[in-house]
């Protein structure tokens, strides 16, 4: 019970990471992106490979795993300069799926769709961690996730983050301020694809081992709803509504009763979140409510006539 | 014309096989790009709708499906459920509409289009709830042994997807162009507000054309389910496809639908064939060809290139 308890504090963790960097994508610069996934499995199948074969050391794979999923969000990215929301979407959608096509046929370097096992775990002060040590895998993925916390609270509250969100405003004032908006959306995706990188490097050297289903669409949706549900644009409320997805798609196996709920109910409740939240609370159980001059104005307009 | 070393044959064959995707990805397109062209945006669970009605079709058809009743008994009954499908998709696509769409018309863009996703995930998993995963075969209503003709064979489904394409997509164009109601369509996608102005019922023309949308995605959908049988996720890659199909031939635009579907369809096939990729990879070729277009003529092959203004 308690190590399934910790189980979830990591899967927590390791979610919290990628979908904090999405919530940078699609909360601050308003680009809807739909392959999260996508550079999780570029960054936990180039950990797995560089450990499995070139035998290389945890860290140094995590961080060249980042590195290399920021690369292919540069290249996702390129195409978003000249797209806009649903085009967008569907490029990255499509983007996620030739990732997994990929994967699932070059199987001189990622044996198809077995997966590759028997990743190391990290070393760390002279002791390699397994599986089994959850504590200190909470450790280091929570240090993780305050960094990452840190990091993205840095940018937002910057010159950065203030033109990130007048692109997702309106692009072409901000551009007519003198944002250079391309500049700023490739950014975006580097930043969201490079956590998504680190955080596939975790997932897969907890896991010990990668399958290419795993990082199927399903689950660039599930993390799009934990960014949507906390409310997009807010860090802290994207943290809170990993929680609560996790917790939620988790829970019949806490409780015992997983064998009594089909497995669907879990991704249509998803399907829920998405519809009602934008319906009655598109801003997220945390956000606030943007102060809205139009219907201020409407309202003031509304007393002077009374 | 051998340019790829195909023999003249193959060639032949190839052309149909093509053809006959084309037609499907264009039944399916058109949806997108009527939706697309009235509301801006795109309904993301357009290929869900198509796999309820092809559902519907389906059980429809099962249970009154007999063969020592005799042929033109089977053919009855196949074109009924055809309209079964139809009727259940179009209800279905203006329910969606009603409910998860409206509200949402003058929310920010994100907003309705992850309402969609959010409507895509519930039907098809809702559907592998009640139908199970597991796929059923939707028996086909004729004796379907290939012809050669000219050194290529070719199926009777095959010719009836061409026919029946053929038939659904003069029919509509010339219901958007000729009619009264497809004016008042095209007025509608041109300005909503004015429209309204001139009398035109905007909501009831909405309520059509997802109507019309989704009920010619359910013809597509039983058509596919001959071939390929039904299962819950059917209708995922397929409106994928449709999608891209649609953005090559210029979304919002009706011959672009059409024309981009038949264009996929042939680059589908003769890509696998000129490229010499395996088949799993047949996918990425309409991905591929996704990214390019956006990347070189976003508005599409027959769209203007339209800058925005503020």
Redesign the interface.
């Known amino acids: 019970m308690l190590n399934f308890v910790l189980l979830i504090f990591i899967y927590i963790g390791i979610y919290a990471i990628a979908s904090l960097g999405l919530n940078l994508i699609v909360g601050y610069t308003g680009l809807l992106s739909l392959c999260q996934a996508g550079f999780l499995a570029i960054g936990a199948y180039t950990t797995a490979v560089l450990m499995t074969t070139c035998h290389m050391g945890f860290w140094e794979s995590m961080i060249i795993s980042g590195f290399i999923a920021s690369l292919f969000g540069i290249l996702i990215g390129i195409p978003t300069l000249r797209l806009k929301g649903d085009y967008l979407a569907i490029a990255t959608l499509g983007f996620g799926e030739i990732v997994k096509n990929i994967i699932l046929n070059w199987d001189s370097v990622t044996k198809g769709p077995m997966g590759i096992n028997g990743i190391p775990g990290p070393s760390i002060f002279g002791t390699t961690l397994s599986s089994m040590d959850k504590p200190e895998w909470i450790a280091i993925i929570w240090i993780g996730v305050a960094l990452t916390y840190y990091f993205i609270r840095r940018i937002v509250r910057s010159r950065v983050g203030r033109a990130l969100e007048a692109i997702r405003e309106d692009e072409i004032a901000a551009s007519s301020m003198g944002i250079n908006t391309a500049k700023y959306k490739i950014g975006a995706f580097t930043t969201g694809a490079f956590l998504a990188g680190i955080a596939g490097s975790l997932f897969a050297a907890f896991n010990q081992s990668v399958a290419p289903l795993t990082f199927d669409f399903m689950m660039s949706i599930m993390i799009l709803c934990m960014a949507v549900l906390g409310g997009l644009g807010n860090s802290f409320a994207t943290i809170i509504g990993t929680i609560i997805i996790v917790l939620a798609s988790e829970l019949p196996r806490l409780l015992g009763i997983s064998h009594i709920i089909p497995p669907q109910l879990n991704q249509i409740l998803f399907g829920f979140i998405l519809v009602f939240m934008m319906i009655y609370r598109p801003q997220g159980i945390i956000g606030r409510i943007k102060l809205n001059y139009a219907k201020i104005l409407k309202d003031e307009i509304l007393d002077l006539e009374k | 014309m051998n340019l790829f070393n195909i023999p003249s044959n193959e060639l032949l064959q190839h052309l149909i096989n093509g053809l006959t995707l084309g037609a499907i990805y264009s039944l399916i397109a058109l949806g997108y790009t009527m939706v697309y062209g009235i509301l801006k945006?795109?309904n993301f669970a357009h290929g869900e709708i198509l796999m309820a009605g092809t559902y519907a079709g389906y059980y429809f058809y099962f249970f009154l499906y007999d063969p020592s009743k005799g042929a033109a008994y089977t053919i009855g009954i196949f074109i009924a459920a055809l309209f079964i499908a139809m009727i259940a998709s179009a209800f279905l696509g203006v329910l969606i509409e009603k409910i998860?769409y409206k509200?949402?018309r003058k929310?920010?863009?994100?907003?309705?289009?992850?309402?969609a996703?959010?409507?895509?995930?519930?039907l098809?998993?809702?559907a592998?709830?009640f139908f199970g995963t597991k796929s059923k075969k939707f028996e086909y209503p004729f004796d379907n042994s290939s012809m050669q003709i000219g050194g290529s064979s070719i199926t009777p489904n095959q010719i009836m997807i061409l026919a029946v394409g053929l038939i659904m997509m003069t029919g509509l164009k010339l219901f958007v162009d000729r009619s009264r109601l497809g004016k008042a369509m095209r007025a509608t996608s041109q300005n909503q507000p004015v429209a309204a102005l001139m009398g035109i019922n905007v909501n009831l023309i909405i309520s059509m054309t997802f109507a019309i949308g989704s009920a010619l995605a359910a013809v597509a959908g039983v058509l596919i389910a001959l071939e390929y049988k039904v299962y819950p996720t059917m209708g995922t890659m397929a409106g994928?496809k449709a999608?891209?199909a649609a953005?090559v031939g210029g979304i919002g635009n009706i011959s672009g639908a059409m024309l981009g579907g038949i264009l996929l369809g042939l680059l589908e096939t003769f890509g696998v064939v000129i490229l010499g990729i395996?088949q799993?990879?047949k996918?990425?070729i309409?991905?591929?060809v996704?990214?390019l277009i956006?990347?070189l003529r976003?508005s599409g092959i027959l769209m203007k290139n339209i800058r925005?203004k503020?």
Not at chain 2, 107 to 115: E, G, H, Q, T
Not at chain 2, 117 to 122: K, L
């Open positions: 945006f795109i998860a509200p949402l929310a920010p863009r994100l907003a309705p289009l992850l309402s996703i959010g409507v895509s995930i519930i098809a998993n809702l592998a709830m994928l999608f891209i953005v395996p799993g990879l996918d990425t309409a991905f591929s996704l990214i956006l990347l976003p925005e503020v």
